[in-house]
């Protein structure tokens, strides 16, 4: 076991090195000179080029290639183009009204799809399993800006049920800022859980040991809860700690929306400001966490179920 | 899991039923920035939204008249209007005394001390700071004796020597200061009520650092510890504030207006300024008739929201108290063409003829619900240059002239002209104004295309001259039409403001002469002039002249609307008594 | 042949499932329009004036008008152009991409497994969504970056669904016995597997697709996307403002358009998974 983490750990390396080198490629080799974009509108050419020199655009690629590996490592990210702010301040800042937002509305809608999907495996084929998930899936199939600013107007303006937007630090002040984005949250991601859920439960309910418990006698419900959900909460579990990363990025549109200060929202900014190194950071913070938990989730996999053995 | 689920639930909709009681106790205010800023260095406050927050906390040598029009300058940490020696070259200032910078950490025990010559001194060389790249630089390069060649100078160096003596910067005594031009700058006291010279104390420079511009340390109205990046700013009353008084005068009208009611009172009125960061319009909206918001800007799609044909407020928020503000705005938006292209640089008939079928009534009516007025030349209406009776015989919508100049100028049906591309912001309104654009130069056969950028991305393309079009709005930076007709002088083409490249060096002789002058009805002849002959030449499409919008409650007091916006929260005031009041409709 | 069966069978499944022949009618409709308004045939002359500025749904114009005057029914058209060749584009990258990648490092492992293995650990590790903002940034605004950058994410999944096939019936006997007469790698890896996977791309396909026009809204909305048509993407994008104004069947209209298509193949997607997933079959 020890081993297999050791060396699971050790892939970070490559991966790492693969995506410093895709960011590196995007943003140093094939994006132009950022140095009119960042003096603004009365630049001079002398302005121009003392700020490449500061920006460090006059090394070699390799320097430029070592300097993104180097972030990868360290989350030494440097400073924004667009608001001077150091970036790892930033995230730091942004981190905490993300996750009081992608949390809770992942913990619901990950509990909400469990149990939806217990009830849809239990009527299986019959009219009410087609029927919610005909519902999972239309609501899956609007488009997340529709929701935003139908419920928006609806719920919070004209019904005034929650705050419009905006944020407050600190539990439980920021609830009625978040509940909002949260049910949107949840209509968003209803649909692919219980898709998902739905599919390992049913794999689990046509397997051989269910046959035989039946056989015994024992209860349809007793079985599902029991056998079948334990047996499925190994795929579930895995399914469900490989999204906690994207959790972290926050709700890019939600964000903006209800104005949470959040990392979407410092993406977003980033991206109509075209600053570079904000951007990189975000996809390579993401992509380091990503990897973290994919690791963590395959640990996890291992260790539930006996039956799948380490490479 | 469902009891789990249960508690959830259950807390959401328990916590989302007990919502906070408002406080009726504090004159607090709670403003919009519909943009982030960029925290709170001076020197870099560029745009408008950073610097009204940094105008809160800091203060310039002189500000605008919150009252009287036209604008003038009134003194603010200088105690009067400089001496000006006779060749306009050499500024004696007298600085205020008793102006305390707020407490900081970066200062002995932690205590304010008293502002001095040598802070504003200090400032000035911080904006030519080579190592900085001030945003604001623009403003004094090659104006003062000597800042140049010590800018030069400490290129080179790791950090600048702020020791080394410039000419033109001389401390006479520790309230006194002397600045010696390069040339006469009749622009240079605007300069100085602008943020980017807004004063600054070396200490706190020093203390923070980098992290300087998360740390305000002024001398302003108000306070902030330290700026966290969050949605919301809030400021407290600054108790140390010096001895600022409620101006007694304003322009003919105001005191009926009730905005001099306050006359005398110290400043600030205000304990808390609030400032909500919102970019998307549809909550901006939604917050102000909530009453979580006290002041709002309207724009675009919200103009029809808000006034009726006869701009007017409509009935609905009348009686709610809302109080409706309408300005004209010192501004002007406008389709440049990039005079290096070849298809436009000899091409004068091609211009006026796309000048001539663009439809302004539509764009008028479909974007500004007709408070916007066309523009006749560069000089927005409100500055000395601009005279009413002018009209520009190209501004006007006639597509049979249009038709036969397009042809005279070669393109006859526009046959042979290339499809033309105009840049501009990817916001909906921008591309919706260039579709409009294009459907207008469609009925003369000219296509054109949209061009969508992030704002730094247009900026980019327009200082690489990689554009054959752009679109954009230019505010005024000061009340000088100077700043507006230097758009058009070649010397400043890319990448300097000319963003269209457009050189004629007859108006750039006249801008010289003009632009040295002093503000006398003589220049404002020469502006006129220079203001008229350029529009025959049709530089730009001109587009409007638009009017700026406010919505306040019935509780804000003092308010008018200011084109110079960073200090103006200082003369606001709430009447508690009536917010309490009037709060129930809400 | 027993796969020709399985085939047939499941199509014989999803014509009698009349879910699934809705989202398979919507789709061959949808395809259609947008073949036609691609050839010029219908919605060509979507920005022609037809009414006045912003006039509701009425039996003239069944989606209203927009803000000057054009048939918001005929933008509907016109972006289901739009989003139909992102979905194609999208697929069209990914599937050779994918399937090719995918069929080596199953096929031959070793070396050539961990390269490609590595590779899509590496883009499958940036998140989608930055991924996709930082091409279209980098190359540009455009419909041709949302291409590249939709096929840069979407071949990620199909890559590592095929390695995983392919390595299960590379250990087939049928796959030996082609082997013991004397085929050579390309032929049994083209010839003999590659038949017998290529249900996992359809499936994959299918479910990409609508992932494809739900990304190209996003971008369009962010001003990343399609410039100068009108877009699902822009066409909410510009609601968002004309709702002040009461303006709403611009939104609706674009909305209806993209749920249906993203419904129907979603629909689609779970019964061709349902039917031709052999691992699923006989339940």
């Given at each position: 076991m020890a081993k297999y983490i050791i060396r699971r750990l050790l892939y970070l390396i490559p991966v790492l090195l693969g995506v410093s080198l895709i960011i590196f490629v995007l943003f140093n080799v094939i994006a132009g000179d950022p140095t009119a974009v960042l003096l603004g509108k009365n630049a001079t050419a002398r302005q121009m080029a003392d700020l490449r020199e500061q920006l460090g655009l006059n090394k070699s690629l390799l320097l430029q290639y070592l300097d993104v590996v180097k972030s990868a490592f360290t989350f030494d990210f440097g400073r924004s183009w667009a608001t001077k702010q150091e970036i790892t301040s930033m995230i730091k800042q942004g981190a905490y009204p993300s996750l009081c937002l992608t949390i809770p509305a992942f913990v619901i809608s990950t509990v909400l799809a469990m149990l939806i999907s217990l009830v849809v495996a239990f009527y299986r084929g019959k009219g009410i399993d087609l029927f919610i998930r005909l519902l999972c899936i239309a609501g899956m199939s609007v488009s997340a800006l529709a929701y935003i600013l139908a419920f928006q107007w609806f719920?919070?303006?004209?019904?005034?049920?929650?705050?419009i937007s905006g944020f407050e630090y600190g539990f439980p002040d920021f609830i009625p800022y978040i509940a909002l984005p949260t049910i949107v949250w949840i209509l968003l991601s209803l649909g692919p859980d219980v898709r998902f859920f739905r599919t390992v439960i049913l794999d689990e309910i046509y397997q051989d040991y269910v046959r035989t418990a039946r056989a015994k006698g024992l209860g349809e419900i007793r079985i599902l809860l029991k056998h079948v959900l334990r047996n499925a909460m190994i795929p579930i579990i895995t399914y469900t700690v490989i999204q906690i990363p994207f959790l972290i990025l926050g709700a890019l549109l939600l964000e903006n929306f209800f104005s949470i200060p959040g990392l979407g929202g410092i993406t977003l900014n980033a991206l109509n400001s075209s600053d570079f190194p904000v951007i990189k950071a975000m996809a390579i913070l993401s992509s380091v966490i990503y990897i973290v938990f994919s690791l963590i989730s395959d640990i996890l996999y291992t260790l539930a179920d006996p039956r799948v053995k380490l490479k | 899991m469902k009891t789990l689920m249960l508690l959830l639930v259950g807390s959401l909709i328990f916590t989302v039923g007990c919502s906070k009681e408002k406080n009726y106790a504090e004159r607090e205010i709670h403003l919009v920035s519909p943009e982030k800023i960029f925290g709170f260095d001076p020197i870099h406050a560029s745009d408008q939204y950073s610097s009204n927050e940094v105008g809160k906390v800091y203060e310039g040598l002189y500000e605008f008249h919150p009252f009287k029009r036209p604008y003038e300058l009134m003194p603010n940490l200088a105690d009067t209007l400089p001496t000006v020696s006779e060749d306009g070259l050499t500024y004696t200032f007298k600085l205020k005394k008793g102006v305390l910078f707020h407490d900081s950490p970066a200062f002995k025990d932690g205590i304010g001390r008293e502002m001095n010559a040598d802070d504003f001194l200090y400032t000035m060389r911080r904006l030519a700071d080579p190592k900085l790249q001030a945003k604001g630089w623009w403003l004094f390069d090659d104006k003062i004796m000597g800042l140049n060649e010590w800018r030069d100078k400490n290129a080179a160096l790791d950090v600048a020597n702020y020791e080394e003596p410039v000419e033109g910067l001389k401390k006479i005594d520790n309230n006194t200061v002397e600045i010696k031009l390069k040339r006469p700058y009749p622009q240079f006291l605007y300069a100085l009520a602008m943020p980017y010279s807004f004063v600054v104390a070396k200490e706190a420079v020093e203390h923070h650092g980098k992290e300087f511009l998360n740390y305000p340390v002024g001398t302003g109205p108000f306070i902030l510890n330290k700026f966290d990046q969050s949605n919301t700013i809030v400021y407290h009353r600054n108790p140390k504030f010096r001895e600022k008084f409620f101006p007694s005068e304003g322009e003919e009208g105001d005191d009926k207006l009730g905005l001099l009611a306050d006359a005398g009172k110290k400043l600030p009125l205000l304990d808390k300024v609030v400032v909500h960061f919102i970019i998307e319009s549809q909550p901006k909206w939604q917050n102000f008739h909530k009453a979580k918001v006290d002041i709002l800007e309207i724009k675009d799609a919200n103009i029809s929201q808000t006034i009726d044909e006869k701009r007017d407020l409509k009935p609905e928020h009348k009686s709610k108290g809302i109080r409706l503000f309408l300005t004209p705005q010192l501004d002007i938006t406008f389709f440049a063409f990039n005079h290096e292209d070849p298809l436009f640089k000899k091409n004068i008939k091609l211009r006026q003829a796309m000048s001539l079928a663009y439809n302004r009534a539509d764009a008028n009516k479909l974007f500004y619900e007709n408070t916007a007025y066309e523009a006749q030349s560069v000089i927005p209406p409100g500055l000395g240059g601009y005279r009413k009776e002018f009209k520009n015989p190209y501004v006007k919508y006639d597509i049979e002239l249009a038709k036969k100049l397009l042809a005279e100028a070669g393109y006859p049906d526009g046959k042979g002209l290339p499809d033309i591309t105009v840049q501009t912001r990817n916001e909906p309104v921008a591309r919706q104004q260039i579709e409009l654009f294009a459907k207008s130069l469609e009925k003369i056969g000219i296509k054109i295309k949209v061009g969508m950028n992030t704002w730094p991305e247009l900026i980019n393309k327009v200082t690489k001259k990689q554009h054959q079009m752009y679109t954009m709005a230019w505010g005024a930076d000061y009340p000088d039409a100077e700043n507006f007709l230097g758009l058009l002088y070649c010397p400043n083409q890319s990448p300097g403001s000319?963003?269209?490249n457009h050189c004629n060096p007859a108006f750039d002789e006249q801008f010289k002469a003009a632009t040295v002058l002093q503000d006398t009805p003589e220049r404002s002849a020469m502006y006129e002039k220079m203001n008229e002959t350029i529009a025959h030449e049709v530089p730009w499409v001109f587009g409007f002249n638009r009017t700026k919008l406010y919505l306040t409650h019935a509780w804000i007091k003092n308010y008018k609307t200011i084109e110079f916006q960073h200090s103006q929260v200082q003369y606001l005031n709430v009447d508690l008594e009536v917010k309490k009041e009037l709060s129930k409709k809400f | 042949m027993k796969e020709n069966s399985l085939w047939r069978d499941a199509l014989r499944t999803l014509v009698r499932d009349k879910w699934t022949l809705f989202s398979l009618v919507i789709v061959v409709g949808y395809s259609l329009i947008a073949l036609l308004s691609a050839t010029g045939l219908i919605a060509a002359d979507w920005a022609q004036e037809v009414g006045a500025s912003n006039l509701p749904p009425s039996a003239e114009h069944i989606f209203g008008t927009d803000i000057?005057?054009?048939?918001v029914f005929m933008k509907v058209i016109r972006g289901t152009q739009i989003a139909m060749s992102v979905g194609l584009a999208a697929s069209l990258i990914a599937i050779p991409i994918g399937v090719l990648l995918g069929a080596l490092a199953g096929y031959f492992g070793g070396w050539v497994d961990d390269v490609i293995t590595w590779l899509y650990t590496t883009f499958s590790s940036i998140p989608n969504i930055m991924l996709l903002i930082s091409i279209t940034m980098i190359l540009g605004k455009g419909i041709f970056s949302v291409y590249a950058a939709l096929g840069a994410t979407s071949w990620v999944t199909l890559c590592r669904l095929i390695r995983g096939e392919v390595m299960k019936h590379k250990e087939r006997e049928y796959v030996q016995a082609a082997g013991a007469i004397g085929g050579g790698h390309l032929r049994k890896l083209f010839i003999h597997i590659l038949p017998n996977v290529m249900h996992i791309v359809i499936i994959n396909t299918s479910l990409q697709f609508q992932v494809a026009i739900k990304s190209e809204v996003i971008l369009s909305y962010l001003g990343l996307g399609v410039q100068g048509e009108p877009s699902w993407g822009t066409m909410i994008d510009d609601a968002k403002l004309e709702l002040a104004r009461g303006v709403w069947w611009q939104l609706a209209g674009a909305t209806l358009a993209m749920f249906l298509i993203v419904l129907s193949f979603n629909l689609l997607g779970d019964a061709l998974r349902d039917s031709l997933d052999p691992k699923l079959k006989g339940k």
């Open positions: 719920f919070a303006y004209k019904l005034g049920w929650f705050e | 000319n963003g269209s | 000057f005057g054009r048939s």
